[in-house]
């Protein structure tokens, strides 16, 4: 069998002053970017670099939108009513739309980011605002979220693309979301692992829970956070070991 996958990683999330990762040195690993929108990280001048920087390397453009949280970094839950989220979301997504274009690239998908991604995994109702904030911006905007999750099944209700997606770089609960950070053991430790992680999500649609017990995991895309200070060398182990087992990384013309 032919296998191929895409590669996505979170970047523009530097801000002022405070560097958050180091996108140059991910672009020759990847094919998908969840570009920062300004509230959990990424200003004005750091989100452009982001957008320039994929639409030379050709790696597929999406808006990474978050809660209101610059000193949490968008890892703090909120509780904000539907209306005010979705204003929130849309607000963020279409800035990100906006200077997409305006470089003469194109805005492929939606990834929300942090608290709000893993509250809208296991929650209907936030699920559902993430998909009404999309359609409003632009229809036919896909959502990338976490496989077998309430995204999944809103983007399905409302017939809108979904990528599904699994992390390389973090652990899982027997329930198929992602352990949480405020416990031992929620990060994969090596390169190894991580790289061998995700070649039994894309050869065997499975992930080793944190319990020891393997889950189905079925996905179109694989994550490194691109603010994990090994971001770089998971990414050079994974593109070795894609290649070993004879396994192509998508290249995307948008």
């Known amino acids: 069998m032919i296998y191929a996958i895409d590669i996505n990683c979170d970047l523009g999330e530097s801000y002022g002053h405070f560097q958050v990762g180091n996108d140059e040195a991910l672009f020759p690993y990847i094919s998908s970017c969840n570009i920062a929108c300004g509230f959990h990280g990424g200003d004005p001048v750091h989100i452009e670099q982001a957008i320039q920087g994929a639409i030379q390397a050709g790696v597929r453009i999406g808006a990474h939108p978050g809660y209101p949280d610059l000193a949490g970094f968008?890892?703090?839950y909120m509780q904000i009513p539907p209306d005010e989220l979705r204003?929130?979301?849309?607000?963020?997504?279409?800035?990100l739309h906006g200077l997409t274009e305006s470089m003469g690239g194109t805005l492929a998908y939606v990834k929300?980011?942090?608290?709000?991604?893993?509250?809208?995994a296991v929650d209907d109702a936030?699920?559902?605002?993430?998909?009404?904030?999309?359609q409003a911006i632009r229809p036919?905007?896909?959502?990338?979220?976490?496989?077998?999750?309430?995204?999944e099944r809103a983007a399905a209700r409302a017939d809108l693309p979904f990528i599904r997606e699994g992390f390389i770089d973090r652990?899982?609960?027997?329930?198929?979301?992602l352990r949480s950070r405020t416990l031992p053991g929620a990060m994969v430790e090596t390169e190894k692992?991580?790289?061998t992680q995700a070649i039994e999500m894309i050869q065997h649609?499975?992930?080793?829970s944190d319990s020891g017990r393997w889950i189905p995991m079925q996905v179109d895309s694989l994550c490194v956070h691109g603010d994990n200070p090994h971001a770089a060398t998971y990414l050079q182990a994974l593109t070795q070991s894609l290649h070993q087992e004879g396994i192509s990384i998508k290249r995307w013309n948008t």
Do not use: F
Request: charged share 15%; proline share 2%; aromatic share 6%.
């Open 193 to 195: 692992e991580a790289a």
């Open 171 to 177: 652990r899982y609960t027997e329930q198929g979301t």
């Open 205 to 208: 649609q499975r992930v080793c």
């Open 126 to 134: 936030e699920a559902s605002v993430v998909v009404a904030a999309i």
């Open 74 to 76: 968008g890892r703090r």
């Open 87 to 95: 204003a929130i979301l849309k607000y963020q997504i279409a800035a």
């Open 140 to 151: 036919g905007l896909a959502l990338m979220g976490l496989a077998g999750s309430a995204m």
């Open 112 to 120: 929300p980011h942090g608290a709000l991604y893993n509250k809208a």
